[in-house]
Nanobody
Framework: QVQLVESGGGLVQAGGSLRLSCAAS????????MGWYRQGPRNQRELVAT???????NYSDSVKGRFTISSDNAKNTVYLQMNSLKPEDTALYYCKARARYVDNGPQYQYWGQGTQVTVSS
């Protein structure tokens, strides 16, 4: 079982920056990928950015060039550096991890509880 805990959300003015963190805990797992998703009050949950264990990244077009995802595999932690924030970035940001417990075994998806990011104009 994997538990994900996000932190770093808050209130920031447009143009400002925040750094989100998500730490995975538990035992016996190996994470293959982690990512960030967000859901605004009128939006479906959407992908923001993902990163594989090997370091391959993928970004939503809406955040490309402004956000940077990174990870520390030794700490089972993923980060999202958010710069040049816009009011449209306001959302509940969720961390997701994909993990397995046995080599080549089934992979499972886990979600954090979310951390709120609010960007004021």
């Amino acid at each position: 079982q994997v538990q994900l805990v996000e932190s770093g959300g808050g209130l920031v003015q447009a143009g400002g920056s925040l750094r989100l963190s998500c730490a995975a805990s538990g035992s016996g797992f190996s994470i293959s990928a982690m990512g960030w998703y967000r859901q605004g009050p009128r939006n479906q949950r959407e992908l923001v950015a993902t990163i594989t264990r090997g370091g391959t990244t993928n970004y939503s077009d809406s955040v490309k060039g402004r956000f940077t995802i990174s990870s520390d595999n030794a700490k089972n932690t993923v980060y999202l550096q958010m710069n040049s924030l816009k009011p449209e970035d306001t959302a509940l940001y969720y961390c997701k991890a994909r993990a397995r417990y046995v080599d080549n075994g089934p992979q499972y998806q886990y979600w954090g509880q979310g951390t709120q990011v609010t960007v004021s104009s």
